[in-house]
């Protein structure tokens, strides 16, 4: 099996692919087209400014790329927020997979903190990506902005407002966490998308 990560100018990239090298699973960082259509699955992980990043993807031809992926996809953080229809973040269109918008935290008291960061648990819905977890199950969270919860919308967490902590429109799935860096659940879930 080839996993495919996609290369653009996002951070926190290497977590995803040391990942998955303790999975035993091979990957490959590529922004090339043919590798990506070629993948058995690809990963769209990443951290940045949503933008910056939608500018970089038009350029390299990369958005169309993937929206053309017909495999397992899996966003994770930016990732999710690309894939989705508009971003606040810069005033942005996105890919457009998922038609949602992406919406910044506002604090409604002086526990609030902008970014949400840290552990915190997920609601799933069932969906494979989560078999085997449960709504006591933590991962890691680092993001400003968030998706409300929608017709994609497989997992949801509780921070200031409910949010999408997980999207999934056919092979498209998407995590607003990073389970790369969520320990043992974070493993699970890695595991189920590799057996997708």
């Known amino acids: ?112 903190k902008v970014p949400h960061m840290g552990w915190n648990t997920i609601n799933p819905d069932g969906n494979s990506l989560f078999k085997g977890l449960s709504n006591r199950d933590f991962v890691y969270f680092v993001h400003s902005y968030y998706v409300p919860p929608c017709d994609w919308t497989i997992a949801t967490t509780e921070y200031i407002v409910p949010f999408s902590s997980a999207l999934r429109k056919g092979n498209f799935m998407a995590t607003q966490f990073h389970p790369e860096k969520s320990g043992p659940t974070g493993v699970r879930i890695l595991q189920n998308f590799i057996a997708i």
């Open 1 to 112: 099996m080839k996993v495919a990560i996609v290369k653009y100018n996002a951070g926190n990239i290497s977590s995803v692919m040391h990942a998955l090298d303790r999975l035993g699973v091979e990957c490959v960082l590529t922004d090339s087209h043919e590798d990506l259509c070629s993948a058995d699955k690809v990963i769209f992980p990443g951290v940045g400014e949503a933008a910056t990043t939608m500018r970089y993807l038009q350029e390299h031809r990369l958005d169309e790329t993937i929206k053309g992926l017909k495999q397992p996809v899996l966003g994770i953080c930016l990732g999710l927020q690309l894939m989705c229809r508009h971003s606040d973040e810069g005033d942005v269109n996105c890919l457009g997979i998922f038609d949602a918008p992406v919406v910044r935290f506002h604090s409604k008291n002086q526990t609030d």
